[in-house]
């Protein structure tokens, strides 16, 4: 019976929590839910006693009851081993669509190339990328109130622009001052979050991480003025966090529950409403600005996403300075979770896979600055270290799930198989793709320079001819099709200037190489906070503090 099942299911899971010593969060869930199977084992032994009279429906409602309580407990169960249940679905299902169940919503996945392209192909007002970053980002409890339309481009798309083309062509511009802030400011995060001993450097990693990327993603975002705000930058580090968490609340509430709690969470952790209205004078100033260049004023030259997201609005119907605060703030949300986590995600890997370490060493000493003059555009500009973060991404991604469509809808897919109602979400098993040996060579090992030409390599036998900003059906990391991710290359440029400071400045290693690197909480692979990295300088001087 599927309560037996159960049953050794979260017997296992309770087993290998009590080995990895993790009983926070995990044991509280599964002694709640020990509980809930112990009531559905007795429940089981009720129904299977009755011998269902003719015209009685006891036992009918009993088994119903039954069937209902133990979905919700595997929907549940989701929340915890998100990546894991879609593994092994993706594996059962030989490629197919399949099912998963969250406790907020029902999920459909597809991994075919023609399934992918068909959800990209579904007109936005049946499937809805923004109506799933709606349900995910919970906007309206957490972006001060904004709730953005479920349809793409009702408002305009400018930012589409602003981060695929006037972001990109600004990199030559921008990488160099990325370059100077990441080396000093990581010297002194080490500093101010290191303990010093025996002349190397401990560090709690991730949360340092975060600190680098506010600060290097504001000046690429906001310009140099905003960066000197210490009350902005610290709400723009908090806003991060605490959009995390209240989305996760909120969309874990009953529906009549989420207004009163979302409401209050949005009241009580406000750096979403200091994010915003640190943002109001400067935002107000360029369109001031703005007006006063198309009457003929000399006005100051400003190259950054607010002046873009400004000047690519709708002509018709201009944005307000709230409206254009609302779409950075979105924008900010997204990539400096993303960076930040797959970041240090390359950096364990660089720990734990010390050779790679002096090529592409050798690679920056040598290209860095042609990378830098050229914005990190051309697919050869860095081909090593873009193998590995790609490389690293794949094995350890962020999210394993991609191509999010919420049905605004009724839908079903051409193949027949599976339907959405409105409110289910279509979308691919990214994290499952990335381990398929359909598409990549000993996909379970890492080999960080798969995706490089094999004459620079000639031994990986894995390669496959990529650069780290495209995208296709087997690389899903960026979205697809019309749908992919505009910032990538961006994006792309800025965790290779990341990556290469901290490759050319220090030598580094994990302080506890074998223990569990990060938590799993629905689809994502959320970096531990208290793991260590021992950085040593290599230039000694670095090292300045008793």
Request: net charge positive; hydrophobic share 40%; aromatic share 12%.
């Amino acid at each position: 019976m599927l309560g037996g099942r159960l049953f050794i299911y979260l017997s296992a899971l309770w087993h290998r929590n009590k080995h990895e010593q993790h009983w926070s969060t995990d044991s509280r869930f599964l002694g709640a839910v020990s509980v809930l199977i112990l009531l559905l084992l007795y429940l089981d032994g009720v129904v299977g006693s009755f011998k269902e009279p003719k015209g009685k429906p006891r036992a009918t409602f009993i088994r119903n009851l039954y069937k209902f309580v133990s979905k919700r407990i595997l929907a549940w169960g989701y929340l915890f081993n998100g990546p894991g249940i879609i593994q092994r679905a993706y594996r059962v299902s030989g490629g197919g669509p399949f099912e998963i169940l969250a406790p907020d919503t029902r999920m459909v996945f597809v991994s075919s190339p023609e399934d992918i392209k068909e959800l990209d192909r579904a007109p936005d007002d049946v499937l809805s990328l923004n109506g799933a970053a709606k349900h995910m980002l919970q906007p309206v409890y957490t972006m001060n109130g904004f709730n953005w339309f479920d349809r793409r481009g009702v408002e305009g798309v400018g930012f589409v622009r602003t981060l695929r083309s006037l972001l990109t062509q600004n990199l030559p511009q921008l990488l160099p001052d990325l370059s100077r802030l990441a080396r000093v400011r990581w010297a002194e995060l080490l500093k101010k979050k290191g303990t010093l001993r025996d002349g190397a450097i401990h560090a709690p990693v991730y949360p340092m991480m975060l600190d680098l990327v506010v600060l290097m993603n504001a000046r690429s975002l906001f310009g140099e003025d905003l960066i000197k705000d210490t009350r902005f930058m610290t709400s723009a580090l908090s806003y991060v966090e605490e959009t995390l968490l209240t989305a996760k609340i909120v969309k874990l509430l009953p529906r009549f529950l989420a207004p009163a709690v979302g409401g209050f969470l949005g009241w009580a952790l406000r750096s979403h409403k200091t994010f915003f209205q640190s943002l109001i004078p400067a935002t107000e100033q360029r369109i001031e600005e703005t007006e006063r260049k198309r009457l003929g004023h000399t006005v100051p030259r400003r190259a950054d996403c607010i002046q873009w997201i400004i000047d690519t609005a709708p002509k018709q119907n201009p944005w307000s300075a709230e409206r254009v605060i609302y779409e950075l703030m979105a924008i900010w949300f997204g990539s400096v979770h993303i960076l930040s986590t797959t970041i240090v995600y390359a950096i364990h890997d660089l720990c734990l896979h010390p050779e790679y370490v002096e090529p592409l060493r050798q690679e920056l000493e040598t290209c860095y600055k042609e990378f830098e003059r050229t914005g990190g555009r051309d697919a050869g500009a860095l081909p090593l270290l873009d193998s590995f973060l790609k490389e690293s991404a794949r094995l350890t991604p962020v999210e394993s799930m991609s191509v999010r469509r919420c049905a605004l809808q009724p839908y079903s897919l051409s193949t027949g198989t599976h339907s959405l109602e409105v409110g289910d979400w279509a979308c691919a098993p990214s994290g499952a793709i990335n381990l398929s040996a359909m598409y990549y060579t000993s996909p379970d090992e890492f080999s960080g320079f798969r995706f490089v030409p094999p004459f620079m390599v000639p031994n990986d036998d894995g390669w496959k001819k990529r650069d780290g900003s495209n995208v296709d059906s087997s690389w899903l990391m960026w979205g697809t099709g019309r749908m992919a991710c505009p910032g990538r290359y961006y994006a792309t440029a800025f965790m290779k200037t990341v990556v290469a400071q901290l490759l050319l400045d220090y030598d580094f290693k994990l302080a506890e190489p074998d223990s569990k690197r990060w938590i799993s909480w629905r689809i994502a692979k959320i970096p531990k906070p208290w793991t260590k990295v021992v950085f040593v300088p290599r230039n000694r001087e670095y090292i300045y503090w008793n």
